[in-house]
């Protein structure tokens, strides 16, 4: 009986342990920007279309370049039908089109470009795909600070409500101080769950993503942390040198003036070379007398087209014009590139500019000053409305402060995209 009660202890004892340790289990695992960018491009099914699209283009490629297959022709015939049941013939002959002029060098070749073009349209595609759930881990990042702002805000009011329910007890204030007080209190908690609805959306947009549930979603990394500007260097270069989309257009035109090529060549005709053995038997008479004759031929026949009246000028014409179009586009997107990069340049100097403002001078001057103001109202010495005024500056400042280390955070991804490098050593 005793061991029985021991055992069944000890099995209630474990079934307790699991029951307390199953909530810690539970906790989501914060995790970086990084990872939730490979999750997303793991988990993105145009990158994955894109990549079985350019591996069936690939394999196009090799099916252009291979050599058609040789025409096998049977004939015969008999003179029984026509009275001359002695007369045969039958041949038999294998015929091979031979393309001249590189012709299948240029249609493999064709393709293969259009095969990396596909392959840099999907690199273009994960670039912006990155872009996107950055700056939306950004944002959320941003909330999730602005919510632990409004925490720290509504902490103040509570301490200020305090103070001044012990000022109110010791006659020291009137009512209405401590009834502004206790508004100030409802406001901060209001804005609170104002700023908590806010992150909702942002969790389900990253987790549609990256395939994770809503409750996994948590972020480790924070705006304040620093990030690695870009060396002096020519940005635009290294933009043009590394951007996919513009890569794309280089090997489309690369593509037209292959089709061109081909367009000329398929001007001129390929030749038919072939081989046949025939037999042939018939009857020959001769003054009253016959004889049979049978004879066994062998033979290369060749055959071409001539170029009379089809020189392909249309295809010719069609592939100059996609040529020109190429070249259009081409110069077009370096434009737009030049642009963006320099944009981006701008609006990160802009975002640094403005932060030293608020780390240097405005934060901790108005960190000081609330916690005077605080200790004024304390002792006596200031009016509520005082250290009112200061904990609405202090939210509203931090506020904009939060919102400038977002500016420069998304100013510098922005920059990194129109570049197409990854100056932080992340996922590129």
Same mark, same amino acid.
């Given at each position: 009986?005793?061991?029985?009660?021991?055992?069944?202890?000890?099995?209630?004892?474990?079934?307790?342990?699991?029951?307390?340790?199953?909530?810690?289990?539970?906790?989501?695992?914060?995790?970086? =920007? *990084?990872?939730?960018?490979?999750?997303?491009?793991?988990?993105?099914?145009?990158?994955?279309?894109?990549?079985?699209?350019? #591996?069936?283009?690939?394999?196009?490629?090799?099916?252009? $370049?291979?050599?058609?297959?040789?025409?096998?022709?049977?004939?015969?015939?008999? $003179?029984?039908?026509?009275?001359?049941?002695? !007369?045969?013939?039958?041949?038999?002959?294998?015929?091979?089109?031979?393309?001249?002029?590189?012709?299948?060098?240029?249609?493999?070749? #064709?393709?293969?470009?259009?095969? !990396?073009?596909?392959?840099?349209?999907?690199?273009?595609?994960?670039?912006?795909?990155?872009?996107?759930?950055?700056?939306?881990?950004?944002?959320?990042?941003?909330?999730?600070?602005?919510?632990?702002?409004?925490?720290?805000?509504?902490?103040?009011?509570?301490?200020?409500?305090?103070?001044?329910? !012990?000022?109110?007890?010791?006659?020291?204030?009137?009512?209405?101080?401590?009834?502004?007080?206790?508004?100030?209190?409802?406001? #901060?908690?209001?804005?609170?769950?104002?700023?908590?609805?806010?992150?909702?959306?942002?969790?389900?947009?990253?987790? +549609?993503?990256?395939?994770?549930?809503?409750?996994?979603?948590?972020?480790?990394?924070?705006?304040? =942390?620093?990030?690695?500007?870009?060396?002096?260097?020519?940005?635009?270069?290294?933009?043009?040198?590394?951007?996919?989309?513009?890569?794309?257009?280089?090997?489309?035109?690369?593509?037209?003036?292959?089709?061109?090529?081909?367009?000329?060549?398929?001007?001129?005709?390929?030749?038919?070379?072939?081989?046949?053995?025939?037999?042939?038997? *018939?009857?020959?008479?001769?003054?009253?007398? +016959?004889?049979?004759?049978?004879?066994?031929?062998?033979?290369?026949?060749? +055959?071409?087209?001539?170029?009379?009246?089809?020189?392909?000028?249309?295809?010719?014409?069609?592939?100059?014009?996609?040529?020109? #179009?190429?070249?259009?586009?081409?110069?077009?997107?370096?434009?737009?590139?030049?642009?963006?990069?320099?944009?981006?340049?701008?609006?990160?100097? +802009?975002?640094?500019? =403005?932060?030293?403002?608020?780390?240097?001078?405005?934060?901790?001057?108005?960190?000081?000053?609330?916690?005077?103001?605080?200790?004024?109202?304390?002792?006596?010495?200031? $009016?509520?409305?005082?250290?009112?005024?200061?904990?609405?500056?202090?939210?509203?400042?931090?506020?904009?402060?939060?919102?400038?280390?977002?500016?420069?955070?998304?100013?510098?991804?922005?920059?990194?995209?129109?570049?197409?490098?990854?100056?932080?050593?992340?996922?590129?």
């Amino acid at each position: 009986m005793t061991h029985l009660t021991l055992s069944r202890g000890t099995v209630l004892a474990l079934l307790l342990q699991m029951l307390v340790c199953l909530p810690a289990l539970a906790v989501s695992v914060p995790r970086g =920007i *990084n990872e939730i960018v490979v999750l997303t491009l793991k988990h993105s099914a145009e990158l994955a279309a894109l990549e079985k699209e350019t #591996a069936a283009t690939y394999s196009l490629a090799v099916q252009a $370049g291979t050599i058609g297959n040789p025409t096998l022709e049977l004939q015969g015939s008999t $003179g029984s039908l026509t009275g001359s049941p002695d !007369e045969r013939f039958a041949s038999i002959g294998i015929n091979q089109e031979l393309p001249l002029y590189g012709k299948l060098r240029l249609r493999r070749e #064709a393709v293969q470009r259009e095969a !990396e073009v596909l392959q840099r349209q999907r690199d273009n595609a994960a670039r912006l795909l990155k872009d996107e759930v950055v700056t939306l881990a950004l944002d959320y990042s941003l909330t999730s600070q602005r919510q632990e702002l409004a925490e720290n805000l509504v902490k103040l009011n509570r301490e200020l409500v305090a103070i001044a329910g !012990e000022r109110f007890k010791a006659g020291d204030i009137p009512e209405l101080d401590l009834n502004l007080a206790k508004v100030e209190l409802a406001r #901060a908690e209001s804005r609170l769950l104002e700023v908590e609805r806010e992150i909702i959306p942002f969790r389900i947009k990253i987790a +549609s993503l990256t395939g994770l549930s809503e409750s996994d979603i948590k972020l480790a990394d924070k705006l304040s =942390i620093p990030i690695p500007l870009p060396k002096n260097q020519d940005l635009v270069k290294q933009a043009l040198a590394s951007r996919p989309d513009f890569l794309a257009l280089a090997l489309e035109r690369d593509k037209a003036e292959t089709e061109s090529c081909l367009a000329k060549a398929e001007a001129l005709p390929n030749l038919t070379a072939g081989l046949f053995a025939q037999w042939q038997r *018939n009857s020959v008479e001769v003054g009253g007398m +016959s004889s049979i004759n049978s004879d066994t031929q062998l033979g290369i026949r060749l +055959s071409m087209p001539i170029p009379v009246f089809d020189r392909n000028t249309g295809g010719w014409s069609a592939a100059r014009a996609r040529l020109d #179009a190429a070249d259009s586009r081409r110069l077009a997107l370096e434009r737009t590139i030049i642009a963006e990069v320099e944009a981006a340049i701008s609006r990160l100097s +802009s975002s640094e500019r =403005i932060l030293a403002m608020f780390e240097q001078g405005i934060i901790p001057q108005l960190t000081e000053n609330l916690k005077l103001t605080q200790e004024a109202y304390r002792l006596g010495e200031v $009016g509520i409305i005082s250290v009112i005024d200061e904990q609405k500056k202090f939210f509203e400042v931090n506020d904009n402060y939060l919102a400038a280390l977002h500016g420069k955070r998304v100013a510098f991804i922005k920059l990194e995209t129109a570049v197409a490098t990854d100056f932080a050593g992340g996922v590129q």
